[in-house]
Every structure is written in C-alpha cells, then in structure tokens.
C-alpha cells in the first residue's frame, strides 16, 4: 500500500508540472500573436500532444485511486473479519477445569506423581529392610565369636592352640565390626542403644577406641530406657578409664547411677539392684588402675546395695559380688605390704 501512495504521488507533481508549464505558455502567447504566428500549427500540436499526455496520466492516476480505494475497502473487511473471529473465539472458550483433555492431562500427571513416590517410598523401604538384616547378620556373628573366644580361653583342652585360634578370631572380629559400622551409618535413627553398645564392645576389644567412643556416645543419644543409657554410660564410664581419663570415668559412673531418677520403675527394688551392678564395675575399673582402696569402697557400696534389693537377688548375681570382691580382697592384701 505506501508503493501505491508513493506512485500515486509521483504522478500528482508530475501533473502539477505539466499544469503549470502550460499554465505558463498561455500566459506568454497574445492571441494576435497566435493568429499570426506562422508555428501556430506546430504550437497547437504540441499542446495537442501534452494535453494527450496530461490526459494519459491522469486516466492513471484515477485508476491508482480507485485501486488504492479496493485494497483499503480490503484491509477493512479483513480487519472486521478478524475482529469478529476474535469475538467469536472469546466467547465460546471454556475454563480450564471443563476442558475434559486438560483434566485428563492433569490427572495423568498427579498419577505418575502418586505412581513415582510410591515406588521411591517402597524402594526406600526395601533397602531399610535390607539394611537392618544384612546388620543383624553381623551383630548375631559378633556375638558367637565372643562366645567361641571366651570358651577358647576358658578349655584347657585348648591351651596350645590357643592363641593361634583367637588370632583368627580377632581378624574376622576387626571385618565384622567395620561391616556393622558402615551398615549402621546407613540407617541413620534406626540403630538401637544396645546394638551400639555391642559394636562398641567389640571395637574396643580390638582396640579401636576411638570408634568405640563414637558409639557409645551414640547409645547414649539414642538410648529409650534406663537399661540401655546404663549400659551405654558404662560402657563410656570404663573407656575413659581404660584410657587413663580416670576424672571423666568417675563423672560418667555417676550419671549412670542417677539414670533411674529419670525413669521411674513399678519395682522399688529395681533401682537398687541397677546401681548395685553399676558400683561393682566401677569397682572393676578401679582395681585395674590399682586403686585398690576405691574399689573396696565401691564393692561395700555393691553390697549395702544387694541388702536392699531382698528377694530379686539371683544366685548368678551373688557369685559375680563374691568374685568381684575376692579380688578387691586379693588386690589390699598384695597392696598391703608395699605401703608399709
């Protein structure tokens, strides 16, 4: 359309030239002159010739108008058929939620969602699984290897190979315990205190004390009774003495013996015979450090302690005080002389 307005334009200056040069020689021209002139016939020729000219041209110029008017009566109806497609398309255009493919869409998407999580949550699960048998398998073979090795020690039958046996034993022990702390590092919250506490045993049976000391701390984070955070701060409580932190050690036998003030029992005598035991392994780690003294102290402490408990005294617990005291007793009298 702006090439048919820029013809058109050409053509309208190029008319006003022809105008006004015609314009001019009539002006110039007398009418006696023309009479006389003997080029008249030549002057009327060329005027013939231009007003020809001028005609031709504005016949085109017409023509360019009248193509200019169509293509804008053109441009109009395309605009209001555009306008009202437009209308039409508004008007008969739906909400979202009654488009039955965009509902169909978006539930195909929530399932797949649904679909994808439940599967995710159920492999989650099945490696948990997986997790807490491949540990069990560990901690049950942990155990049967202190069992063997405790009979080991204890046959005299078996005094040659001894040593050569337990060797054995303490490698696949080392293998065990690493396999059940790697394990168990995947099963963040679902570890229980006394599973800590026997991988903390068997890590500090093969010397690891650093690992078990991590593991103790975590059976006493975890721990959900009182049998269990007692066991754990034992457990700490003889670390530190094994260590030579006999200050610590102390502190930590006596959070153990106040563990019962936190959770209340329906047996009085519960209380008594848990601290009893708790005073009969400080005992222990006491006459390891050569502190024959405190450990009578906590041994007299044990048994004051028996006295209150009465009836719950099993006969397996009278011969672990009775063994625990012999040494004590064993340990004043070697002691005795060497003060003197």
């Keep these: 359309m702006d090439q048919w307005e820029t013809r058109l334009g050409e053509l309208d200056a190029q008319l006003t030239a022809i105008r006004e040069e015609l314009a001019l020689v009539q002006r110039q021209a007398p009418e006696s002159e023309q009479e006389a002139d003997p080029f008249q016939p030549e002057v009327e020729a060329d005027r013939q010739e231009q007003s020809g000219e001028w005609g031709s041209m504005e016949h085109q110029v017409s023509r360019l108008r009248a193509d200019l008017l169509i293509l804008e009566r053109n441009i109009d109806q395309n605009d209001a058929e555009l306008d009202a497609l437009q209308i039409k398309m508004t008007a008969g255009q ?31 699960q099945q490696r948990i699984h997986n997790d807490r048998a491949e540990l069990r398998v560990f901690l049950q073979r942990l155990l049967e290897l202190s069992k063997e090795n405790t009979m080991l020690q204890t046959d005299p039958n078996s005094q040659g190979v001894a040593g050569y046996v337990s060797s054995f034993i303490t490698y696949e022990t080392t293998l065990l315990v690493y396999q059940a702390v790697e394990v168990m590092d995947r099963l963040p919250g679902r570890v229980t205190a006394n599973e800590y506490n026997l991988v903390a045993e068997m890590s500090n049976a093969i010397g690891d004390y650093n690992q078990s000391y991590k593991l103790l701390q975590q059976a006493v984070k975890v721990s959900q009774n009182a049998n269990e955070e007692v066991s754990a701060l034992r457990g700490l409580a003889l670390l530190y003495y094994a260590t030579g932190n006999r200050e610590e050690g102390s502190a930590t036998y006596k959070r153990a013996l106040s563990v019962n003030e936190r959770y209340p029992s329906m047996v009085p005598a519960y209380k008594d015979w848990t601290n009893s035991q708790t005073e009969v392994a400080w005992a222990g780690a006491e006459l390891a450090q050569g502190n024959c003294a405190e450990a009578r102290r906590h041994m007299q402490t044990a048994f004051e302690l028996k006295d209150n408990v009465g009836f719950g005294v099993t006969d397996v617990y009278l011969w672990q005080l009775e063994s625990a005291q012999a040494q004590v007793d064993a340990c004043v009298e070697q002691a005795a002389p060497g003060t003197e």
């Design 94 to 124: 739906k909400p979202w939620d009654r488009e039955i493919t965009t509902i169909i869409a978006l539930l195909a998407f929530l399932f797949s969602f649904a679909t994808t999580m439940v599967s995710y949550r159920l492999s989650a």
